[in-house]
Each structure stands twice: as structure tokens, then as C-alpha cells.
């Protein structure tokens, strides 16, 4: 089992930045895939980033590729989304996850925390 806490969101301008962070506890930290997802108010889920165990690779949506990074800290235990230049259409609820058997860009992941809310006010 692993449990997952998501910390750092807000309220942002348009043009500014955000870092959130998840922390996890529970089985051995890297031994899991991270990924970071978002949801939209009416809209499904989606990806945003993943995160490699060693943290040597990283994947990005498409809409967020050179504004976001996502980066982790085993010796932590704690996954990071480092989000710059965010956009009114980044307002969402943030959700960090973690995935035993690989990177995926859909949502059957293994463990899901809470979310985080963010704002980017035009």
C-alpha cells in the first residue's frame, strides 16, 4: 500500500508559477512510477507527467511540454511538478499517482492521493 498527499496549490496569474509536491509513505518509494494527472471542472482526467523510478526519463502532455517538470526524490520520497508560464486553461485539481508496472498515459494507476487544487487567474 501506498498513500499519497499532494501539497502546494493556489491561486496563480496567468504567466505564473507553481510547484506542487507529493508525498508519499507506505512500500519501498522507488520501486514505483510517478505520474502527475489533472482534472478539469466537466472534463475527464487526464495526463500530465510521469516519472521514470530512477527519475532518468520523464513524459509530458503535450500541452504542458516546456512549462512543467516533474522531478522526485527517493531519498524523500516525494514526486514534484514544477509548473511555469501556466495558462488559465492549467486550472484544474492536480492528482499525483504512482504505477508499479510501468509508465502509462491513462489513469489505471496503482494509488491516487487526494488532489490539489490550482487556479490561474487571467
Known amino acids: 500500500q501506498v498513500q499519497l498527499v499532494e501539497s502546494g496549490g493556489g491561486l496563480v496569474q496567468a504567466g505564473g508559477s507553481l510547484r506542487l509536491s507529493c508525498a508519499a509513505s507506505?512500500?519501498?518509494?522507488?520501486?514505483?512510477?510517478l505520474a502527475w494527472f489533472r482534472q478539469a471542472p466537466g472534463k475527464e482526467r487526464e495526463f500530465v507527467a510521469a516519472?521514470?523510478?530512477?527519475?532518468?526519463?520523464?513524459y509530458y502532455a503535450d500541452s504542458v511540454k516546456g512549462r512543467f517538470t516533474v522531478s522526485r526524490d527517493n531519498a524523500k520520497n516525494t514526486v514534484d511538478l514544477q509548473m511555469n508560464s501556466l495558462k488559465p486553461e492549467d486550472t484544474a485539481v492536480y492528482y499525483c499517482?504512482?504505477?508499479?508496472?510501468?509508465?502509462?498515459?491513462?489513469?489505471?494507476?496503482?494509488?491516487w492521493g487526494q488532489g490539489t487544487q490550482v487556479v490561474v487567474s487571467s
Open positions: 499517482a504512482a504505477r508499479s508496472s510501468g509508465i502509462t498515459y491513462r489513469r489505471n494507476y496503482d494509488y
Open positions: 516519472i521514470s523510478r530512477s527519475g532518468g526519463s520523464t
Open positions: 507506505g512500500r519501498t518509494f522507488s520501486g514505483y512510477y
